[in-house]
C-alpha cells in the first residue's frame, strides 16, 4: 500500500463508531469494564499456573500461553479505541497502523493454531491417560507452543507486507475502529482480487486446518468417554473438554465470519461489532470459562488468597 502516492501523508484517520455520538459514551464505560476484567482474569490465570505447583502441567502451560496472549491481542487495540472513544482526534500514524496489524493479525493467526494444539492436548489427557506425560514431554510443549507463535507472527508479516504495497490513491479514512486487513483492502484504489484470493486462501489454512485437528481430536475424545462407566468420571472429561469447545466455538465463529466470506458480502458495521466480541469479549471471557468448570483453578485461588491471608496476620 503506498502511503503517499505524491501527496503529503501523514496516516490513517479510523473512522470506528463516529458516526454514532451516544453509542461512543456507551461503548468507552462498557469496553473499559471489559478491559479491566480482561486484564485482571487473564493475569490471575498466569499467575496461578506459575505459582500453584498443582497447575504446573501441559494443559495450564497451554492455558498460561493463550492467556498472555489474550493480554496482548486486546491491549493492540483497545486501549487506542478507548482514547478514540473519548476524543475527537481519531487519527492513527502510517506506522502505527502497520504495527498494529502486524501485531493483531500474528497474535490471531497464534491463537488460531495453539486452540488446535490444545484440542491435541485434550485428546492425549482423555484417550492416551497412561501416555499422557511421555507424549506431552515438557520439550514437546515447549516446542509446539514457540510454533504456534512463530507461524502466526511469519503469516503477520506476509501479509502485513502485501496490503501494505496495494496503491491507495491518497485515500485514508478507514471505516473500523482499528486496523484489519478487510476495511484496509476497501481503501484500494485498483482491483484487489488477487489480494483477496491470497487472504482467502491463507484464512483456509489457519483456520481450518486447526478446526480439522479439533473436530477428530473431540470425535476421539466423544468416544473415549462415552465409554467411561463412572458418571462422575464423565461429567469431569466433559467439564474441561467442554470449557475448550466453548472458547473455539466463540474463537472461530468470528473469526471464520470476517475471513472466510465474500468482500461483496462484507458488512462495515456487522464487521466492527464482530470484530469488537473477538477483540475485547472473547478475551475476557476466557478466563471465566476455564475457571468456573475447573476446581484445579479456584482452588488454586483459595490456597494463594488464603496463604496471603495468613502472612498477613
Not at 493463550?66 to 491491549?75: A, E, G, I, K, Q
Request: glycine share 6%; charged share 15%; net charge positive.
Amino acid at each position: 500500500m503506498d502511503p503517499k502516492n505524491g501527496s503529503s501523508f501523514t496516516g490513517f484517520i479510523l473512522l470506528g463508531f463516529s458516526d454514532r455520538p451516544q453509542l461512543e459514551r456507551v461503548l468507552f464505560v462498557v469496553l473499559l469494564i471489559f478491559y479491566l476484567l480482561t486484564l485482571l482474569g487473564n493475569t490471575t490465570i498466569i499467575a496461578l499456573s506459575r505459582l500453584d505447583p498443582h497447575l504446573q502441567t501441559p494443559m495450564y502451560f497451554f492455558l498460561s500461553n493463550l492467556s498472555f496472549l489474550d493480554l496482548c491481542y486486546t491491549t493492540s487495540t483497545v486501549p487506542q479505541l478507548l482514547v478514540h472513544l473519548r476524543g475527537a482526534d481519531k487519527s492513527i500514524s502510517f506506522s502505527g497502523c502497520v504495527a498494529q496489524l502486524f501485531v493483531s493479525l500474528g497474535l490471531g493467526c497464534t491463537e488460531c493454531i495453539l486452540l488446535g494444539v490444545m484440542a491435541f492436548d485434550r485428546y492425549a489427557a482423555v484417550c492416551r491417560p497412561l501416555h499422557y506425560t511421555v507424549i506431552m514431554h515438557p520439550r514437546l510443549c515447549a516446542l509446539m507452543a514457540s510454533a504456534s507463535w512463530f507461524i502466526g507472527f511469519a503469516n503477520s508479516s506476509l501479509q502485513t507486507v502485501l496490503i501494505f504495497l496495494v496503491p491507495l490513491c491518497g485515500r485514508n479514512k478507514i471505516d473500523h475502529f482499528f486496523c484489519e486487513i478487510p476495511p484496509l483492502l476497501k481503501l484500494a484504489c485498483v482491483d484487489t482480487t488477487v489480494n483477496e484470493s491470497e487472504l482467502f486462501s491463507v484464512s483456509v489454512i489457519i483456520l481450518l486446518i486447526p478446526v480439522a485437528l479439533i473436530t477428530f481430536s473431540y470425535g476421539r475424545i466423544v468416544k473415549t468417554v462415552l465409554r467411561i462407566k463412572s458418571a462422575s468420571g464423565q461429567k469431569k472429561a466433559f467439564g474441561t473438554c467442554g470449557s475448550h469447545l466453548t472458547v473455539v466455538s466463540l474463537f472461530y465463529g468470528t473469526g471464520i465470519y470476517i475471513y472466510l466470506q465474500p468482500s461483496s458480502n462484507y458488512s462495515q458495521d456487522q464487521g466492527k461489532f464482530i470484530s469488537l466480541f473477538y477483540t475485547i469479549v472473547t478475551p475476557m471471557v476466557n478466563p471465566v470459562i476455564y475457571t468456573l468448570r475447573n476446581r484445579d483453578v479456584i482452588g488454586a485461588m483459595k490456597k494463594v488468597f488464603c496463604r496471603d491471608m495468613t502472612l498477613d496476620e
